[in-house]
């Protein structure tokens, strides 16, 4: 063998090695990353133009119109998740609390079961619109449900959370931008 083929075969031994280190560093990297914040192109702009009829049984359906003027939070929720089920009581709590307007975005939901759902579990929201086939979270760039988002007076989104909300997430994230806001 000569003297290249031999270094060749000496350099390939460490391939495997660097590939593995490679691999290694961004496994690292994305295990730092929090997958409940992923960015959002909707940031720092207005809400996306549209106006949904309101949920079976419900009386105010919800437009962007709606979202101008005093600073709110949407929740995109639908009765089949279980995410949704677990956060409820705390848009109930928030919604008794009068801190700030609390709207519904019914996400792809049936509408006799989006209606079973806010009557059984009641309904915290101020207006809810059905978006049955699902185009309005489309423009929201909605990934899944439950999805929240905080949008100031001018009806500009400031905030979305992905994933359901907890105690820690409305005490140390929303309450305190919901008050920022509400303050400028």
Known sequence: MNESAEATLRGSRFWPLAIFVVLAVFLAIGLTLN???LPS?????????????????RTLGLASGDLRGEVSIVNVFASWCKACRDEHPLWM???A?????VHGLNYKDRPDDAARWLGELGDPYLRTGADI???VGIDWGVYGVPETFV??????IRHKIIGAITPEIVEERLLPLVRQLQAE
């Open 35 to 37: 997958p409940r914040e």
């Open 41 to 57: 192109p909707l940031l720092e702009r207005p809400v996306p133009q549209f106006e949904l009829a309101p949920v079976k049984g």
């Open 93 to 95: 709590k928030l919604s």
């Open 97 to 101: 609390q009068r801190v700030v307007a």
């Open 133 to 135: 086939d699902g185009r």
């Open 151 to 156: 949008v100031d007076k001018r009806g500009v």
